[in-house]
């Protein structure tokens, strides 16, 4: 087999390659996710503020290892439908975490 136009050639495999990957994960359940995620429940107290949780979480929470503060209390107020940051005492929360 001679190969007239190296540069065709290459773009073909390349194209060929990278369409076989997408196929490949389309159809595979392959999870390039470090573990699975599930929810803590947290009960807030007097004086709570979502920013206080969230630098909690942030310390001592792996799922929210790295990340600002700020997109923490707007993942904690999409997991809960919360439709602003307002906290009562005794209201639940839930928390995402990864599995132990």
């Known amino acids: 087999m001679i190969i007239i136009n190296k540069k065709k050639f290459t773009r073909s495999m390349l194209t060929l390659i990278i369409g076989l990957v997408i196929i490949l994960l389309y159809f595979t359940n392959i999870s390039f996710s470090k573990t699975e995620l599930e929810t803590k429940t947290i009960f807030v107290s007097t004086g709570d503020t979502l920013w ?9 929470n792996r799922y929210y290892e790295g990340k600002k503060v700020q997109e923490i209390i707007y993942d904690i107020r999409n997991t809960n439908n919360l439709a602003d940051s307002y906290l009562y005492e005794g209201q639940k929360l839930e928390i995402l975490s990864y599995k132990k």
């Open 52 to 60: 206080e949780i969230a630098e909690n979480e942030q310390i001592n």
